[in-house]
């Protein structure tokens, strides 16, 4: 009689001991489950408070702003370097491209819009660079600053913009503010919106071929006709100012400015 109560001792004892071991484990799970339940809810929470974040840095109130952010415009200045362009006495393309470039630069810059420049000493840039500068740099429109010339006849002046061969609604809305504002301006003679390049209209010059913005090349008249030449040289700030000038009314026309 001894042994059998002490047989259903050791029974009670040990079903009491499974329940507090399975009493121990509902414990823990529930703990676990819950705190990373509350940690991935926390989690969230601060990603989404930093996106919303982020987001608000890119308002300004200047009204130069559009859903990506600041406006940026790339300004490419043609040749540099070994690449001297067109020449006319000690007049070098590339060197009026390059202090007109930065000249436009301060002014768009005055206007808080962002400037990317392909380049701003006198260097060697190739193509493929220049391309990828612009087309890295999320801008909202490109030009090339170049210099034309006809040594035949040195009366034959006049800026004229070039587009893509395609003819893009916006380019030519864009080429057009330029080319109305340099006319304006400061005087030139406006020989049009053209497609293709000076030499043909079949070809593309490079930027409007491989640029994945808005794009034109802008010709600044003629180095071989005295007054163009003037205007690039001793009156290049009243060039600069017709550029910039063209290309914010661009930007306010397009109801983003």
């Known amino acids: 009689m001894k042994n059998h109560k002490a047989i259903r001792l050791d029974k009670f004892f040990g079903v009491a001991a499974l329940i507090s071991i399975l009493v121990f484990a509902v414990m823990i799970y529930s703990d676990f489950f819950v705190s990373s339940k509350e940690n991935r809810s926390s989690s969230s929470v601060g990603k ?4 919303e974040q982020k987001n608000s840095q890119n308002v300004e109130d200047d009204g130069t702003e559009t859903s990506s952010g600041k406006l940026t ?14 020449t006319y006495g000690s007049n070098k393309e590339k060197d009026i491209t390059l202090e ?3 000249l436009v630069a301060s002014k768009l810059e005055a206007h808080n819009i962002k400037v990317v420049m392909t ?4 260097e060697d840039v190739s193509d493929e660079s220049r391309a990828r500068i612009w087309n890295s740099s999320d801008v909202n429109v490109c030009f090339s600053l170049r210099m034309n010339s006809y040594n035949k006849d040195t009366s034959v002046s ?13 380019s030519v809305k864009f080429a057009d503010d330029i080319l109305t504002s340099i006319s304006k301006e400061t005087g030139m003679k406006n020989r049009g919106i053209r497609s293709g390049t000076a030499a043909s209209d079949k070809d593309n010059y490079y930027i409007n071929a491989h640029s994945k913005c808005i794009s034109c090349v802008v010709n600044m008249g003629f180095i071989s006709n005295t007054s163009d030449l003037n205007l690039v040289t001793t ?5 600069a100012q017709a550029i910039a000038d ?10 983003v400015y």
């Open 246 to 255: 063209g290309i914010v009314n661009y930007f306010k026309q397009a109801g």
């Open 48 to 51: 989404d408070v930093t996106g």
């Open 119 to 122: 380049r701003t000493t006198d």
């Open 235 to 239: 009156q290049k700030d009243k060039m």
């Open 158 to 170: 006049g800026a004229e913009v070039y587009i893509h061969t395609t003819q893009p609604e916006e």
């Open 100 to 102: 007109v470039a930065g």
């Open 73 to 86: 415009v790339c300004i490419d200045a043609a040749r540099g370097g070994k690449d001297t362009g067109l």
